[in-house]
């Protein structure tokens, strides 16, 4: 194709021959990927598996048949041959093949959800199945992008929920990132609204003329620490230091989280914590909870609106 190019135009096409190389490659390599991930008979643990129920009565799950599964990974879609066993005392079967490979309910590579994921996160999922197809070649809709994105912001967000329960009843235990002490650490919260679909803000009170909310608040927050000052005097965030909290929830439930948040970050080592926000009464009772005793400031540009505003 290259040198056909070459013979009609006088050069080499280089965007369609890089494309069409990449694209030759990937079929080379989910070619090689699928015989690597069968080259071990399916997963194959033998006739039976033992087998211990919630009650420890000890079962047997045993061989039934090998199942296919079509998976699309980063290099295209590939066929994995898989091992299937059943209990027919427990009335449950599985594949152990799918746990060692991280691909149990679920039709997509570990690197393929990792990509769709990230696509997710930073644009319209309408949008996102374009991206992936011009910058990886792979093709996945929509509704595949909107579906892996829930569920690994549902991983992630159980995964905090189960540290900031630890950290908030095991304050003695922890090993913050910072294992230096810290000379001043920020807090910093607020709140903006989000437009949601109509289902989320059923009977919910707003702002608008009938008294019904048109959007959500999401809030969130930022940790981060400060130990030099610039030529002038005036405090500069420590490079790579900050990290961010998020979620449309009660402020009761934020507080855990940003309060988790700062102690994960060395908040038991700060000299000095500093808690910024505006004016909201939610973000003043949850430093007052959460932060007692810490330096609270009000944000400059809301002092500025409210002197203008009256």
């Given at each position: 194709m290259a040198y056909r190019d070459k013979a009609t135009q006088g050069h080499f096409d280089l965007e369609s021959t890089e494309s069409y190389i990449r694209d030759s490659m990937h079929q080379i390599g989910s070619i090689m990927l699928e015989k690597l991930l069968n080259s071990d008979n399916g997963g194959f643990q033998g006739e039976t598996i033992p087998c211990k129920n919630k009650k420890g009565q000890d079962h047997t799950f045993k061989f039934k048949e090998f199942r296919n599964k079509d998976l699309l990974t980063v290099l295209g879609p590939v066929t994995v041959e898989r091992a299937y066993y059943y209990d027919k005392k427990c009335r449950e079967g599985f594949c152990p093949k799918d746990t060692q490979l991280d691909i149990k309910g679920t039709s997509f590579s570990p690197g393929m959800r990792r990509i769709m994921g990230r696509v997710g996160a930073y644009r319209p999922f309408g949008l996102g199945h374009e991206d992936i197809k011009e910058m990886a070649g792979i093709e996945a809709s929509d509704k595949e992008i909107?579906?892996?994105?829930?569920?690994?912001?549902?991983?992630?967000?159980?995964?905090?929920?189960?540290?900031?329960?630890?950290?908030?009843?095991?304050?003695?235990?922890?090993?913050?990132?910072?294992?230096?002490?810290?000379?001043?650490?920020?807090?910093?919260?607020?709140?903006?609204?989000?437009?949601?679909v109509k289902k989320e803000i059923k009977n919910r009170k707003g702002k608008g003329e009938n008294g019904q909310a048109k959007t959500r608040e999401a809030k969130l927050g930022c940790v981060f620490t400060q130990t030099t000052l610039d030529e002038k005097g005036f405090p500069i965030r420590d490079e790579g230091s900050t990290s961010y909290v998020g979620f449309i929830e009660t402020a009761e439930d934020f507080g855990d989280r940003i309060y988790a948040e700062a102690l994960s970050r060395g908040l038991e080592k700060a000299k000095k914590v500093c808690v910024i926000g505006d004016g909201a009464q939610w973000i003043w009772n949850i430093a007052d909870f959460h932060f007692p005793g810490k330096l609270f400031t009000w944000h400059f540009i809301h002092q500025r609106m409210m002197k203008f505003t009256g």
């Open positions: 909107e579906r892996v994105s829930y569920q690994i912001g549902s991983d992630v967000e159980e995964y905090f929920k189960d540290e900031s329960e630890q950290l908030s009843t095991k304050t003695n235990n922890i090993i913050p990132l910072e294992n230096m002490d810290i000379e001043k650490m920020y807090v910093l919260m607020d709140g903006t609204g989000v437009p949601v």
